[in-house]
């Protein structure tokens, strides 16, 4: 069994924030990552497919097909975009580097051709990150 892990990037912005909570009980919670006119990351996403080597390729995956799925899929819908509103699949999401990856794990999960998702990886900054594996492996 390989791990085949493809690297990118994408720059957005957000707003963390609970509606049915008021402003006061967000700003409580979240600080200042619930300014009203929202903030900026440079996200990076690790996208973890695991597989055998198939022998007519000597690929799990192709990398080239892999990193064009995670843009179709996500990176395209995501990138220089608010996320509280400009994403279809994230409307009513409050978008937490958790909540990201969790939804991001669902627009992928049944796109990749060859192998299987394993593991996606989200940096929201260099030194916070989110790891999950899917259900089915907690
Ligand atoms: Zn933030």
């Given at each position: 069994m390989l791990y085949i892990t493809k690297k990118m990037v994408f720059s957005a912005s957000h707003r963390l924030y609970?509606?049915?909570?008021?402003d006061e009980e967000n700003f409580i919670l979240f600080d200042k990552c619930s300014n009203p006119s929202g903030h900026g990351h440079n996200y990076t996403l690790e996208v973890t497919v695991n597989g055998e080597v198939q022998?007519?390729?000597?690929?799990?995956?192709d990398m080239k097909k892999l990193k064009y799925i995670i843009k179709k899929e996500i990176i395209d819908k995501v990138?220089?975009?608010?996320l509280n509103s400009d994403v279809d699949f994230l409307?009513?999401?409050?978008?937490t580097v958790e909540n990201l990856v969790l939804s991001f794990w669902k627009m992928l999960e049944n796109k990749i051709s060859n192998g299987r998702l394993y593991k996606m990886r989200l940096y929201e900054t260099d030194s916070s990150f989110v790891d999950y594996y899917g259900n089915e492996k907690i």
């Open positions: 609970n509606p049915l909570l008021s022998e007519k390729t000597g690929y799990v995956i990138d220089h975009k608010n409307i009513g999401v409050n978008p």
